[in-house]
């Protein structure tokens, strides 16, 4: 399907989508300045309103998707004039392998598969010496009780090559290990590889950091660094994140060497990327290296903060080019996500409130009502709604939010007697 368009010349071709609450903003970025289009799992519903065009394609098939680009570009397309951009975790490494076979700028199917394999990861990062976490891959519980005795207590189990923290578990003894294996090696998320084993790693003390960067031809730009919040512990479940237009603090320096040296070995050489890190009583660790834009609107909190928009940073890196990323602002954001009380069935939530608390920019609803959300472990990301403050800096931030989630009512709708909240929902 086609639709008219007066924007720029180029094409830009996005594949993937994500949910409405965490990428509209980027689809709405985009069509400012491009001619959009996408290749989506299904046809478009709110996507719509932001497509020159669109196809439905199989997101796993590298050959689907480079043909339906193709069938949105036309025939030869002029060099220089055709680009494909990816922020959806299930697509990356098919995408690198499609935009391989066009011959459009992106980052390597290698470098792809280095990044969203884990133990690749940890295997890379050991051989070159670069801050190294201990690890053991297992594939049965009895080789993680193993590797975490090896190891030393605490350790931290996660899935090979899942995301968003699903699955991943602290363990302190031989029997929260065992829990924590069954739950790392049954977890799943949308299309993404399961089966093919469980890291066990030493755990990484120290708060946690994440670090989003432009890379133009090999050339590594920091373009902020995140305060990454977290939650529900003994798992990872991320309930927010800040972002300061400055980081001056004594670890930055060193952050900034272990990032660039990470995309280095992994082979990352285009494209805007997110790496997370633990700032460890030993130095700053890399928890891992994500090919593709930050989740969880941190690229929409990133601009509020600096003034610099990495959804629009990532299509000129698309196309080729080195984009400007001179911070224009120099304020702090921080998004805050709201969680129920409790399991249970959403209900029509009101953020009027909210969204009148003064320094509150952003209130969006996540949750729909009659939605089922379990706590975790046992549903991903089971968010009610976000809130995103701005302000001079984090105590700024935290008390407009403070304020602001304490006239949210996150009472939720009891689940019926039958139902096993055990399960994923």
Not at 380 to 403: K, Q, S, T, W, Y
Not at 408 to 422: I, K
């Amino acid at each position: 399907m086609t639709a008219s368009s007066t924007r720029s010349a180029g094409r830009l071709v996005v594949v993937g989508s994500g949910g409405r609450a965490y990428r509209e903003y980027s689809f709405r970025s985009l069509h400012e300045d491009h001619t959009l289009s996408a290749v989506l799992p299904a046809e478009p519903t709110w996507q719509r309103r932001y497509l020159d065009s669109y196809a439905v394609a199989d997101l796993s098939d590298p050959v689907a998707i480079a043909d339906a680009v193709l069938r949105l570009a036309g025939p030869d397309p002029r060099p220089g004039s055709l680009a494909v951009l990816t922020w959806d975790e299930t697509a990356v490494e098919a995408t690198a392998e499609a935009a391989a076979k066009l011959g459009v700028p992106h980052l390597s199917p290698e470098a792809a598969r280095h990044c969203r394999d884990k133990y690749a990861t940890r295997s890379l990062m050991a051989r070159a010496g670069l801050a190294a976490v201990r690890y053991h891959l297992v594939t049965t519980v009895d080789e993680a009780v193993a590797a975490a005795a090896d190891l030393g207590y605490p350790v931290v189990l996660k899935p090979r090559a899942l995301a968003g923290s699903i699955g991943v578990t602290r363990a302190d003894d031989e029997r929260e290990v065992r829990a924590a294996f069954d739950l790392a090696d049954g977890a799943a998320f949308a299309t993404l590889p399961t089966g093919h084993g469980v890291l066990v790693e030493e755990y990484l003390d120290g708060p946690e950091i994440s670090v989003d960067s432009a890379v133009h031809e090999g050339d590594v730009d920091v373009v902020h660094i995140a305060r990454k919040r977290l939650g529900f512990a003994p798992y990872f479940e991320e309930v927010g994140h800040l972002v300061a237009a400055r980081c001056d603090e004594a670890w930055a320096g060193e952050v900034r060497e272990l990032v660039v040296a990470a995309h280095r070995v992994l082979g990352v050489t285009t494209g805007v990327t997110h790496a997370e890190v633990r700032l460890t009583s030993r130095g700053p660790r890399l928890i891992e290296l994500n090919a593709r834009l930050g989740g969880d609107l941190i690229p929409f909190i990133s601009a509020l903060a600096t003034g610099v928009d990495l959804v629009k940073a990532a299509a000129e890196l698309a196309f080729g080019r080195r984009p400007d990323t001179t911070p224009v602002r120099q304020d702090t954001a921080e998004i805050r996500f709201l969680y129920p009380a409790g399991d249970g069935r959403a209900r029509l939530l009101d953020l009027s409130g909210a969204a009148a608390t003064a320094g509150i920019s952003h209130a969006s609803v996540i949750a729909e009502p009659g939605d089922r959300l379990l706590l975790p472990p046992r549903q991903a990301i089971p968010r009610l709604a976000a809130l995103v403050a701005v302000g001079a800096d984090e105590a700024e931030c935290a008390a407009a939010l403070d304020h602001a989630a304490a006239t949210v009512d996150r009472t939720v709708d009891p689940l019926p007697e039958h139902v096993v909240v055990g399960a994923a929902a």
